[in-house]
């Protein structure tokens, strides 16, 4: 029997245990249990900040397509369920601000965070997969020291191929990309030869005559060595005497930077266009005016882009670099690129790739 002084408390202590137990029922279940996700697995929320220059109801709808893609990465099992001593976490950012043609960026970084001493996972992981939803530099390398028309810069695309629904994919030494794009308008417009050389001459005449200034307002004393000078009026020179040698039919071709493996570029020179156009050396300008224009609406996705590191590096984890391998290759890439399809209605085909098939 209970001990008189000791009633008040036994009935204190078995109320709060009832009160416990209806708390807990009451209790709607975390994100985790909701949805499936193991205890290794962490998703953030989207951040709740609007972004500036979009109206309301496109803020609102871009939100929702979004997390469309937050969704279908929590439904894939090596993301949302990893195995122990696997970690993962999905964070997603959006821009404060719309892009240049007026549309909104968000970035969703798939992490796979290292795991502590005591089983734990690290809050923070650098190795995983990067995706840019209406981002399109992860797709190319462009050559800032050139000065194309209307200062906008020349760059060269990556080799694409045709892959998943929706998707043309990059498989090389450095990066493993998976692109998608709403619009069926190439990923890049081509710069003809003529075209590009000259770009090149404007930029080495500048070059030459800012070297030249500064060494004619140099004293009299320190202008005893204009040889530099007179190298960069030589390669003006010779980029001068490639176009003239141009024949009207080369004039137009697309030009592409010289790949110094192949025989027919053996000799050519590295500020000069490749005789040989190999895949991924193609030169053009970004096409993103044409990509997003059709977009009234700017309140959606016309451009999502999967891209990782090809290689270990040193500081990454070798497990967890062969899981990312995994991850990539059991991903429902078909599901996401018909789910992307499926937030407009009439989606028109996707890629210049994929009408080839």
């Known amino acids: 029997m209970t001990h008189p002084s000791e009633r ?10 009832c009160g416990l137990l209806l708390m807990l029922a009451l209790t709607p279940p975390s994100q985790a ?23 309301a109801a496109e803020n609102r709808a871009f939100r929702a397509q979004v997390q469309q893609v937050l969704d279908h990465l929590a439904a894939q099992p090596a993301i949302a369920d990893p195995p122990a001593p696997v970690c993962s976490r999905v964070y997603p950012s959006l821009e404060q601000s719309v892009g240049d043609e007026g549309v909104p960026m968000a970035t969703v970084s798939i992490g796979l965070p290292a795991t502590r001493r005591d089983g734990r996972c690290d809050d923070w992981g650098n190795t995983g997969v990067e995706v840019s939803v209406n981002r399109l530099k ?11 028309l209307e200062g906008a810069p020349f760059c060269r695309l990556i080799a694409l191929q045709p892959g998943p629904h929706g998707f043309d994919v990059h498989r090389g030494h450095k990066k493993i990309i998976y692109a998608y794009k709403r619009s069926a308008e190439a990923w890049m417009k081509p710069v003809s030869r003529e075209e590009y050389l000259q770009a090149r001459e404007r930029h080495f005449a500048r070059v030459a005559k800012e070297q030249r200034d500064r060494y004619d307002a140099l004293p009299a004393q320190y202008r005893t060595d204009d040889s530099g000078l007179r190298q960069l009026d030589e390669l003006v020179r010779q980029v001068r005497a490639d176009q003239a040698a141009l024949s009207p039919e080369d004039r137009a071709r697309p030009a592409c930077l010289p790949d110094h493996n192949h025989p027919a570029d053996a000799k050519t020179p590295p500020w000069s266009y490749g005789r040989q156009c190999s895949p991924g050396m193609a ?3 970004i096409n993103d005016a044409a990509l997003y224009a059709p977009a009234r609406f700017k309140g959606r996705i016309e451009t999502l882009v999967f891209e990782t590191d090809a290689g270990r590096t040193g500081a990454v984890e070798p497990y967890l670099f062969e899981y990312k391998l995994k991850m990539l290759a059991a991903f429902d890439f ?16 996707r890629s210049v790739a994929q009408k080839a098939r």
């Not at 008040?8 to 245990?17: E, K, L, T, Y």
């Not at 996700?37 to 962490?42: I, N, Q, T």
């Not at 018909?338 to 085909?349: E, S, T």
């Open 8 to 17: 008040p408390a036994a009935r204190a202590a078995a109320g709060m245990s």
């Open 33 to 55: 249990e909701a949805s499936g996700m193991g205890a290794r697995a962490r998703f953030d929320p989207l951040p709740a900040h609007a972004m500036r220059h979009l109206p």
């Open 138 to 148: 992860p797709l190319f390398g462009c050559l800032e020291n050139l000065e194309g």
């Open 283 to 285: 030169i053009g300008r």
């Open 334 to 349: 078909d599901g996401l690129g018909r789910r992307l399809d499926a937030l407009v209605p009439n989606a028109p085909a």
